[in-house]
């Protein structure tokens, strides 16, 4: 759902789990041109920071995880989350 409608061409992700305290999933899209991905870019900050705080669950071919949000911080253009 979250990339409904953006028009982005493809996509990896990649999730590294070394035990319940250390979990990392980091992901990569291309998108036809760079306004397409601002658009979505921007769309995505607004989006993480109205969920600052929560507790979310992480789901991905059949391995789930939960994990508490902390609060988005973006810094030289790159949107990050603890």
Same mark, same amino acid.
């Given at each position: 759902?979250?990339?409904?409608?953006?028009?982005?061409?493809?996509?990896?992700?990649?999730?590294?789990?070394?035990?319940?305290?250390?979990k990392?999933?980091?992901?990569?899209t291309?998108?036809p041109?760079?306004?397409? =991905?601002?658009?979505?870019? $921007?769309?995505? !900050?607004?989006?993480?920071? @109205?969920?600052? %705080? +929560?507790?979310?669950?992480?789901e991905?071919?059949? =391995?789930?995880?939960?994990? $508490?949000?902390? !609060?988005?911080?973006?810094? @030289?253009?790159? %949107? +990050?989350?603890?």
């Amino acid at each position: 759902a979250t990339y409904d409608g953006s028009g982005f061409r493809s996509m990896a992700v990649q999730g590294v789990f070394s035990d319940p305290t250390h979990k990392l999933v980091q992901a990569v899209t291309a998108f036809p041109d760079a306004n397409a =991905a601002k658009v979505f870019y $921007d769309r995505q !900050v607004a989006d993480w920071n @109205a969920c600052k %705080s +929560s507790h979310i669950r992480f789901e991905y071919q059949g =391995a789930s995880t939960e994990a $508490d949000l902390g !609060v988005p911080s973006t810094t @030289a253009g790159a %949107s +990050s989350t603890r």
